[in-house]
């Protein structure tokens, strides 16, 4: 097909090349993952409905980091609102669509407890809690940093 906008995978957090996509059933969020193991969720609702309006972005929305090494699939599960990412290490884990919140991993001993986000926990490769991008909050903005200076003067 044509190429209708180009999407270069830029965020605060250093996503990598990415190495695997897929999309809702209505092709309104795009999923990507990345070869440094990073989840991206993109809103493109409003860019298809009239790809001509400048006005009219591709969104991202969740960053999240699901694996040490390259995801190698993904994919969404609409119904129960979860997404299954694998790795190139042989790992296959499922995450809350909305939040990334980490559920668990195929072949745990315990259930997965898809209805309970309030305890937050990670796998044990991953350090990084996932990331999500307000509208206010654009990358391309200069930063204001303070760092007060403090007079040691003991030394």
């Given at each position: 097909?044509?190429?209708?906008?180009?999407?270069?995978?830029?965020?605060?957090?250093?996503?990598?090349?990415?190495?695997?996509?897929?999309?809702?059933?209505?092709?309104?969020?795009?999923?990507?993952?990345?070869?440094?193991?990073?989840?991206?969720?993109?809103?493109?609702?409003?860019?298809?409905?009239?790809?001509?309006?400048?006005?009219?972005?591709?969104?991202?929305?969740l960053f999240w980091r699901a694996h040490a090494t390259?995801?190698?699939?993904?994919?969404?599960?609409?119904?129960?609102?979860?997404?299954?990412?694998?790795?190139?290490?042989?790992?296959?884990?499922?995450?809350?669509?909305?939040?990334?919140?980490?559920?668990?991993?195929?072949?745990?001993?315990?259930?997965?407890?898809?209805?309970?986000?309030?305890?937050?926990?990670?796998?044990?490769?991953?350090?990084?809690?996932?990331?999500?991008?307000?509208?206010?909050?654009?990358?391309?903005?200069?930063k204001k940093v303070k760092?007060?200076?403090?007079?040691?003067?003991?030394?």
């Amino acid at each position: 097909g044509n190429l209708m906008k180009e999407l270069l995978p830029f965020s605060e957090h250093p996503s990598g090349p990415l190495t695997a996509l897929c999309t809702d059933i209505f092709t309104k969020i795009l999923l990507a993952g990345s070869k440094n193991g990073y989840i991206i969720r993109w809103n493109m609702a409003s860019f298809l409905e009239d790809p001509q309006n400048e006005k009219n972005e591709i969104k991202e929305e969740l960053f999240w980091r699901a694996h040490a090494t390259e995801v190698v699939e993904l994919f969404i599960e609409e119904e129960k609102n979860v997404v299954v990412t694998a790795s190139i290490d042989g790992s296959v884990r499922l995450w809350d669509a909305m939040t990334g919140y980490y559920f668990g991993y195929f072949g745990q001993a315990r259930k997965f407890e898809l209805s309970d986000t309030s305890r937050l926990f990670l796998p044990s490769d991953v350090t990084d809690f996932p990331s999500i991008i307000k509208e206010e909050s654009k990358h391309m903005e200069k930063k204001k940093v303070k760092y007060p200076l403090m007079l040691d003067k003991d030394k």
